[in-house]
């Protein structure tokens, strides 16, 4: 058999992990420094959970899992006989991986609302799947890295969570472009175009604006017997770049209008502190997921094409469709996979994200490799990353795997060095060797690493 993993996954190589990790940290250290508190759900949720979330896209996209044993004993006879697979479903499977954070996290709110304090502010780490063609920054297993608050309808949190994706992505020295936009918004511009009624077609329509051209969305919209009239006014809409503008044509839409407050109360917070990345209003950002009632927000890499890198907005309902009504919540979502993507090909991690190993410990003979094993148990409990080569063998095959290992330090210990106690350290970037007591050695290197901590 070969050899093979499914598509749309990938193995992670060590110094790929540590890489990965080095942007979870970072973002860890944001989210912690703005209240938010972690919490983590199953892999796994009922697939009546899921459904009727995502609009009729996303739902095509869940993964489901087969009902545990003989799950065709209780399948649906009928469908199975016409191979009618979306009625079979329902019988054969009754879970699901979770396509995102926020409806599971939904859902936890619901059955933990007696347990956590409101406005509850959580961020959440994890993988999440989706059966999407897999392409060039586009995966059906990724890490979500979520920060959402529920229980309030504040506009402050919506800049607070515009400000975390700036702070995030100057640590990460990422030049990003920060697109904010309003639901209610969009539901003006099907008003004013005369296709209340169409709204959700609309708005998938024009989240394929990037993909497609305006030309696209337009074939799409005839496609879906919009009239002509309709689809100039919308083109109209789409070439306004400001709120003032927008305000003129939304003269006779309630909804419209209301999307424009809040965008403006936004602003009233946001516009207060300071900010590393661009941040504009972009009436195309449609985002397709149906749950946004509000401010929407999507953020794209300036300096390499590869689509969306986060994105988030005000949720409304959500935690109604699990019985508890009038929860707001606002939320805003990283897309790992491809910030990863991003930095590798932009050459933004650090040098340090990928050392793992600070010493490599070499030994010549079997005298010295025991004694190398006492001075490496010093040396991690001095908390530096440590290791000894498993043999006494060739230094030239031990220091190969030293610069296999990426390691800033090698220690060698040969019988001289044990004798007077004073062991060779080289910096392997530098190629500086000096002769060293073990105690000055863990003061040198934990100096240095507290520096470019």
């Not at 059955?111 to 304090?117: A, E, K, V």
């Not at 297993?141 to 607070?160: H, P, T």
């Amino acid at each position: 058999m070969k050899a093979s993993i499914p598509k749309g996954t990938r193995d992670f190589s060590p110094e790929q992990v540590v890489k990965r990790n080095y942007i979870f940290n970072t973002l860890k250290r944001v989210f912690v420094k703005y209240g938010y508190q972690p919490i983590e759900t199953p892999t796994m949720e009922n697939l009546s959970t899921l459904t009727g979330k995502y609009g009729e896209e996303g739902d095509q996209l869940l993964f489901k899992v087969l009902n545990n044993g003989d799950f065709l004993s209780k399948a649906d006879k009928q469908a199975l006989e016409a191979k009618d697979s979306a009625k079979l479903v329902s019988s054969i499977s009754k879970r699901g991986l979770r396509y995102d954070l926020t409806v599971p996290f939904a859902r936890y709110v619901v059955m933990h609302q007696n347990d956590i304090s409101f406005p509850f502010k959580r961020y959440q780490i994890q993988p999440v799947w989706r059966a999407d063609r897999p392409q060039k920054g586009r995966y059906q297993e990724f890490y979500q890295c979520d920060v959402d608050v529920v229980g309030s309808n504040a506009l402050m949190y919506e800049a607070e969570l515009v400000q975390i994706f700036d702070e995030v992505f100057a640590a990460l020295k990422l030049n990003t472009c920060i697109k904010i936009n309003n639901r209610k918004i969009l539901e003006g511009m099907a008003e004013v175009a005369g296709i209340k009624d169409q709204f959700m077609i609309m708005t998938i329509a024009i989240d394929k604006l990037d993909k497609i051209g305006l030309d696209g969305v337009k074939d799409i919209l005839r496609k879906k017997e919009i009239a002509e009239t309709s689809i100039q006014k919308i083109e109209e809409l789409l070439l306004v770049t400001d709120l003032a503008s927008l305000k003129v044509l939304f003269a006779e839409t309630e909804i419209g209008k209301k999307g424009i407050e809040e965008l403006e109360a936004f602003h009233s917070y946001f516009d207060l502190g300071q900010c590393t990345n661009e941040v504009k209003f972009d009436i195309t950002l449609a985002r397709g997921l149906s749950y946004y009632t509000g401010c929407i927000i999507e953020v794209a890499a300036k300096d390499y094409e590869i689509g969306s890198i986060g994105g988030g907005g005000r949720y409304d309902d959500l935690t109604g469709n699990f019985g508890l009504k009038g929860v707001s919540g606002v939320g805003v979502s990283f897309g790992a996979a491809r910030i990863f993507d991003v930095m590798e090909a932009l050459d933004l991690f650090p040098a340090t994200a990928s050392e793992q190993l600070t010493v490599l410990l070499v030994a010549f003979d079997d005298t010295t490799h025991h004694y190398a094993f006492k001075c490496l148990s010093a040396l991690r409990a001095a908390g530096i990353n440590s290791e000894l080569y498993p043999s006494p063998t060739k230094l030239k095959k031990q220091m190969k795997y030293a610069n296999d290992r990426n390691v800033a330090y090698t220690i060698v210990i040969g019988s001289e060095e044990m004798e007077q106690e004073l062991l060779s350290l080289k910096d392997m970037t530098s190629g500086e060797q000096k002769q060293l007591s073990l105690a000055a050695i863990i003061k040198q290197i934990k100096t240095s690493t507290e520096a470019n901590a």
